[in-house]
Nanobody, 126 residues
Framework: VQLQASGGGLVQAGGSLRLSCAAS????????MGWFRQAPGKEREFVAA????????TYADSVKGRFTISRDNAKNTVYLQMNSLKPEDTAVYYC????????????????????WGQGTLVTVSS
């Protein structure tokens, strides 16, 4: 599967952005999906994940209550709605797909993902 992330940009602190990740292939609905981010000089870190059914979701503590992950299997797309953005959210955001063993599984580890998008830059100014 190929992933194309979009929706990044420059936003002021407190603002919102919605990232999208479009996937190719007919089997998108069988992949668990995740969002990760990498700030300058830092390691890539987990942000949010969703099972292929959409019924199981988890977030990193740093974004809980501000970010929302969702997916539309009919459109082969996963989204990350980001609200109340902070300067520390500045990073390149990557979407990723994991071959899932079941509809209720999500994954939070980088090594659990099989496919990665190219990343989209989010810059939050103070």
């Amino acid at each position: 599967v190929q992933l194309q992330a979009s929706g990044g940009g420059l936003v002021q602190a407190g603002g919102s952005l919605r990232l999208s990740c479009a996937a190719s292939g007919r089997t998108f609905s069988t992949y668990a999906m995740g969002w990760f981010r990498q700030a300058p000089g830092k390691e890539r870190e987990f942000v949010a994940a969703i099972s292929w059914s959409g019924g199981s979701i988890t977030y990193a503590d740093s974004v809980k209550g501000r970010f929302t992950i969702s997916r539309d299997n009919a459109k082969n797309t996963v989204y990350l709605q980001m609200n109340s953005l902070k300067p520390e959210d500045t990073a390149v955001y990557y979407c990723a797909a994991a071959i899932s063993v079941g509809g209720s599984y999500y994954y939070t580890g980088l090594n659990e993902y099989d496919y990665w998008g190219q990343g989209t830059l989010v810059t939050v100014s103070s």
